[in-house]
């Protein structure tokens, strides 16, 4: 539904801004509802029922919604996700329609990688600029506990061939699940620092399609730093944090025996604490989800419908100003922090992640 005609006032600040004084420039725009992959944190196992075709974005409309976004609104940033982008039969063929007509836009995509390594050359051709690939567990067994699939060999592939087609920096996202490869964390980010991959923890959020997720049970921030303190000092990155998800931690090995750092810095990690930390104060995200609904929030109740007014026809006036409406009323903050979350009161949105675009 959209909101009402009075909900922006017409003196309101260009661009995505929202009745907090933020502005977002970085938009998540989502490819696809399917995935080929059920992580037990997203998805059922027994998959989600897909859009029909006809209900997804097509090549075209993708095109126009981000040529709106920025020549119209300011969107200086756009993640391709999912679902699962790769399962696009005409990925590519969207890459580079978008590069055409944005040459200088950063354009990344969030993958599971499988079958990454066979398309990376042709994605990074097309005109993507960088990639994260999910990466929860380097063990076989694990990894398709994780996501109920044995596909970890195609991942770490992906994950190489990416790099080899110049798609980097590689980032690397994880979430942990207590007692399934939280123990693991430290030795992940020995494997990332080895090669030059930037890992990042992503706290677990209420977002799953089995509405499995507990606070008690989630690996908070807190604990992730504790876990990789073990073999690693973590100090804070110097560099600006500048609206990203991530804070970042310049990693040292831990001296045996001792508190102290040892030797050069080693790489970074992030952590992504959207549930214990959480950033929403300088957020800068837009959403707009597979079949064009406009998100301000991951955990917005309410969606405004993009597609829907420009299949009936609406000019690029028409959908820019739906788009700023949505923005307007994006919430102060998610409130996932607070401490009684399992509590009767928090509502978990609708949509898993893979229906969002996360
Ligand atoms: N399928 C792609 C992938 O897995 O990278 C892109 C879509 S996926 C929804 C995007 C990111 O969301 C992944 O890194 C995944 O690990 C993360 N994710 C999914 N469900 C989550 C949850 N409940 N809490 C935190 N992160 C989650
Ligand atoms: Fe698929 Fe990504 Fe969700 Fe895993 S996290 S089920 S790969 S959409």
């Known amino acids: 539904m959209p909101p009402g005609p009075a909900a922006r006032p017409a003196d309101a600040p260009a661009g995505l801004a929202d009745r907090y004084g933020r502005r977002a420039t970085d938009m998540r725009l989502s490819l696809t509802d399917k ?35 920025v020549d119209r609104l300011g969107v200086r940033e756009l993640r391709l996700t999912g679902g699962e982008p790769l399962v696009r039969h005409d990925l590519v063929e969207i890459i580079a329609a978008l590069r055409s ?8 995509m969030t993958t599971n990688g499988v079958g990454l390594a066979k398309k990376a050359a042709a994605l990074k051709a097309a005109g993507l600029t960088r990639i994260n690939v999910s990466l929860d567990s380097l063990h076989e067994e694990t990894f398709t506990k994780l996501t109920r699939r044995p596909f970890l060999d195609q991942v770490l592939a992906g994950v190489d061939a990416a790099w080899a087609a110049g798609l980097g920096p590689v980032k690397l996202n994880a979430v942990l699940m207590r007692g399934i490869n939280d123990a693991e964390s430290p030795s992940l980010l020995a494997w990332a620092l080895d090669r030059g991959y930037e890992l990042r923890f992503i706290e677990q959020m209420p977002l799953d399609a089995d509405h499995g997720w507990t606070r008690r049970n989630m690996i908070t921030a807190a604990e992730i730093r504790s876990l990789l303190s073990v073999d690693y000092v973590l100090s804070p990155d110097p560099r600006a944090r500048d609206g990203a998800p991530a804070e970042r931690f310049e990693v040292r090995r831990r001296a045996a025996g001792s508190a102290e750092a040892q030797g050069p810095v080693l790489g970074t990690v992030g952590i992504i604490a959207s549930v214990t930390e959480p950033f929403c104060s300088d957020c800068r995200r837009t959403r707009i989800t597979a079949e064009g609904k406009i998100m301000s929030c991951l955990f917005s109740r309410e969606e405004y419908d993009l597609l829907g007014l420009l299949r009936e026809g609406a000019s690029d006036d028409a959908l820019a100003e739906r788009w700023q409406d949505a923005m307007w009323v994006k919430p102060k903050a998610h409130g996932m922090d607070h401490v009684g979350l399992d509590a009767p009161d928090f509502v978990q949105p609708d949509r898993s992640m893979s229906a969002i675009g996360g």
């Open 101 to 108: 007509n944005h040459p200088d836009l950063p354009i990344s």
């Open 35 to 69: 995935c080929n992959l059920r992580c037990t944190y997203c998805m059922p196992a027994e998959g989600l029922e897909w859009l029909a075709k006809q209900a997804v974005m097509s090549a075209e409309e993708i095109v126009r919604i981000v040529r709106i976004g």
